[in-house]
């Protein structure tokens, strides 16, 4: 990820929160085939100052011939929003996107048990689904037909664009029309940024 100093973000708990809320990520990898990606959920955790993601795939990808010591990069992205040099009253302006975004960097590793990882992940079900509750054999056969991983951060890159780099009142008429059009989300974000009075 191309980080810019002015929209780099270092806080784990906040980057934890991004993935958590927004846990359907890509796994892309570098085999002898050449470079894949999947779009699957993962389950994050913190450990100390680095994070842990665990994660399956269809036993059929060939994206799980890595699990055993290659590596990876899972991506994250938050809350993201077109925003016209229009809303700004500092003028000449260009168009630009404002987003949240992560990237973890890691080794994967092959993990034989994946009922806990499925438990995690089932925590997101609204019905509250019990992957545990299924019939034995029903549960065995889903079992065989995945394999899961877990992957250990080695290096966690986070950007939060913002539009930290505009003057308070051009922040201010991005937050106007965004909250005008409905995008909240972005709006919030970039209302964190300004001043505490």
């Known amino acids: 990820m191309h980080l810019r100093p002015a929209f780099v973000e270092t806080d784990l ?5 991004l993935i958590r809320a927004n846990n359907f990520g890509l796994l892309v990898t570098n085999g002898p085939d050449g470079m894949d990606a999947s779009h699957i959920p993962f389950v994050v955790e913190r450990r100390g100052d680095t994070l842990v993601l665990t994660g399956h795939l269809a036993k059929a990808n060939r994206q799980c011939a890595l699990f055993d010591g290659g590596t990876a990069l899972a991506i994250f992205s938050g809350p993201h929003a077109y925003i016209s040099p229009s809303w700004y009253k500092t003028q000449p302006s260009v168009p630009t996107w404002d987003y949240s975004a992560v990237h973890l960097h890691g080794t994967l590793e ?9 438990a995690a992940l089932a925590e997101h079900d609204p019905g509250r689904f019990d992957f ?3 019939p034995e054999k029903y549960r065995s056969a889903m079992l065989a037909g995945i394999v899961s991983f877990r992957m250990v951060a080695s290096k966690i890159e986070a950007q939060w664009k913002m539009s930290q780099n505009r003057s308070v009142e051009d922040r201010q008429g991005v937050i106007d029309a965004l909250r005008e059009s409905g995008q909240h989300a972005v709006a919030d974000e970039i209302a964190a940024t300004l001043p505490k009075e």
């Open 13 to 17: 708990d906040r980057i934890v929160d």
């Open 110 to 118: 092959r993990m034989e048990d994946s009922v806990a990882m499925l």
């Open 132 to 134: 545990s509750s299924q």
